[in-house]
């Protein structure tokens, strides 16, 4: 996990950079923050040493992929243990359909989100995750239109 430091407005700029295009060359990039090179490749390095970027990939499109169904799932259990929770965790990491996993406060304990060709996918989603895991209630919910969606992160917040 990256340790919270503060970066300047050189960092900050690479990484504006990146989130619009992670393949960007680094002559381009050192050209948008004001670099050379040699400084910016350096700047870069240490920002993934330092977990800062996690990761670099390519966005693909989702219709293009035969996954361009957005389901949300949101999941209640009675169960609270240790012990289940590596189950959960182990099952939704098998998934390959899950973009996200995450443990809500509130009436819901998880929300996921899926990426599917199809409501007879989830049906199939929903009949593997239950044979793997106990859960109390499940319920779903079928995205009609995307409004937004990025993996763009504010750096404004950045000290």
Known sequence: MAAKM???SFDKKILDCLQDNSDMAL????RRVGLSTTPCWRRINRLQ?????RARVALLNRKAVNAGVTVFVAVRTAQHTAVWLARF???VASFPEVI????MSGEIDYLIRLALPDIE???TF????IAKVDLSDVTSMFAM???KSTTRLPLSYLP
């Open 6 to 8: 503060s970066l300047d």
């Open 27 to 30: 002559a381009e990039i050192a």
């Open 49 to 53: 040493e330092q977990g800062i970027i």
């Open 89 to 91: 965790a182990k099952a």
């Open 100 to 103: 996200d996993c995450y443990r």
């Open 121 to 123: 996918a989830y049906d």
């Open 126 to 129: 929903y009949k593997r995750l």
């Open 145 to 147: 239109e995307e409004i």
